[in-house]
């Protein structure tokens, strides 16, 4: 069965999830917010999921809306709530990223010197709590040597170098996870440095390095895994019939 570079990636994001158990699952982004509502529907029923206001849905509300439009309500969640849940460890996150270093260090504040930045982002928001607190991925729409820089310009999600200098509280529940790109799966080796874990079919890690701002190790690279036909129905069928996935991810 055909199928896209839009849905490589939401089955690849997909098993990010894979063995998280009862965790809330924050998802950022239509591919991350779809990855993890295939992921409840097949290998990880006991994940949880949010309307991103206030409600945990048994069964989703329509992508981009909330419980107001649909799904299933399982329980309440107010906002206050959240960080009690984030602080015990018990929620995982997908995050996007405007630039990420060889280490995983992430900004998503400004680009520029913070001082006088030439583009304001949206703020370091919870990436430091998220990444001191469990585990988090990251997912890149656009894989480019502006977003895999060597150096950061503000440091808002903690990589691996800072944790492992800082250590103690900073690294005890630091644990960073993969990066999925619309070209590969990436991940961190036991130095803390982003690796090709896998290249999507058509893409070579050639192109992969071609488009990142410093070297990475591709010797072990395999092709990401194709989506199953009940994975591709499920996308297609329940999850995202007006085919949202292809506006982040273009064929």
Not at 86 to 96: E, N, P
Not at 124 to 148: D, K
Not at 192 to 204: C, N, Q, W
Not at 241 to 250: C, F, I, T
């Amino acid at each position: 069965m055909e199928f896209t570079r839009a849905e490589v990636c939401v089955v690849a994001a997909s098993d990010s999830w894979r063995d998280a158990g009862e965790v809330l699952a924050h998802a950022v982004g239509t591919v991350p917010a779809l990855s993890a509502r295939l992921a409840r529907l097949t290998h990880s029923p006991d994940l949880v999921l949010s309307d991103g206001e206030a409600f945990f849905m048994s069964e989703p509300a329509p992508l981009g809306k909330t419980a107001a439009d649909g799904g299933v309500v399982e329980a309440w969640a107010p906002f206050s709530s959240i960080f009690d849940i984030l602080q015990s460890g018990r929620r995982q996150s997908m995050m996007g990223a405007s630039q990420l270093d060889r280490y995983g260090n992430q900004n998503i504040s400004c680009i520029g010197d913070w001082r006088r930045p030439k583009r304001q982002l949206i703020g370091v928001r919870g990436a430091p709590g998220n990444t001191v607190n469990h585990r988090t991925n990251y997912w890149v729409s656009r894989h480019s040597a502006r977003v895999f820089v060597e150096r950061v310009d503000v440091v808002s999600g903690v990589g691996n170098d800072r944790a492992r200098a800082n250590g103690g509280a900073a690294l005890r529940f630091h644990d960073l996870g993969v990066v999925i790109t619309d070209l590969a799966v990436l991940d961190y080796g036991p130095d803390g440095r982003l690796r090709i874990r896998s290249v999507h079919p058509g893409v070579t890690v050639e192109e992969v390095q071609r488009n990142t701002g410093f070297e990475l190790d591709g010797a072990d690279a395999a092709e990401t895994r194709a989506p199953t036909s009940e994975e591709l129905r499920l996308i297609r069928e329940v999850l995202d019939p007006k085919s949202l996935r292809s506006r982040e991810v273009p064929a």
